[in-house]
């Protein structure tokens, strides 16, 4: 009976250390672990007495005081947390040596954003309130921090 106790009360530990990093925002799988470790000590109670029941109750305090004061710790956090991070950037092709006015060609359509070629080279651009199908003709009307605005012309 006390393996059963011991494997309630640490599961239930467990389940509580699951909802708190692994899991967070559901709330069911701590719940089911506060309720695993109440049945763990209610069993140590109603079937080993008031002294077995006090000696699980003041285990299962202590298992979770000492779990809190181990996840409290810096060194606990630094261990769980990621330690490299993310430099590149997506959509950052340059738009050396485009101006205002160049003119291509759509390859994607464009509603509002899509693929144009200009120069022989690639880039996205954005056709404002226009949708402009493939094979189009475009000329840039603004370049902005990188972005191309475009606007279809008749050739």
Known sequence: MW???????????????????????????GIVGFVAM???VWLAYSRKGIASGNI???FTILLNVAAIVLS?????????????????KTGNKSTLGLKSGD????????VPMGKVEFNGSY??????TQFIDPGKPVKITKISE???????INS
Do not use: D, H
Not at 10 to 20: D, M, N, R
């Open 3 to 29: 393996a059963i106790i011991v494997i309630l009360i640490f599961v239930g530990l467990l389940l509580l250390i699951l909802e708190i990093l692994v899991i967070p925002g559901t709330g069911l799988v």
């Open 38 to 40: 109440v049945a763990g």
């Open 56 to 58: 699980a109750l003041l």
């Open 72 to 88: 409290l710790r810096s060194k606990t956090w630094k261990n769980a947390q990621l330690k490299s991070s993310i430099s590149g």
């Open 103 to 110: 003119r291509g060609k759509t390859v994607s359509r464009c």
């Open 123 to 128: 880039y996205e651009a954005n056709a404002g």
């Open 146 to 152: 990188s972005k191309i605005f475009i606007k279809q």
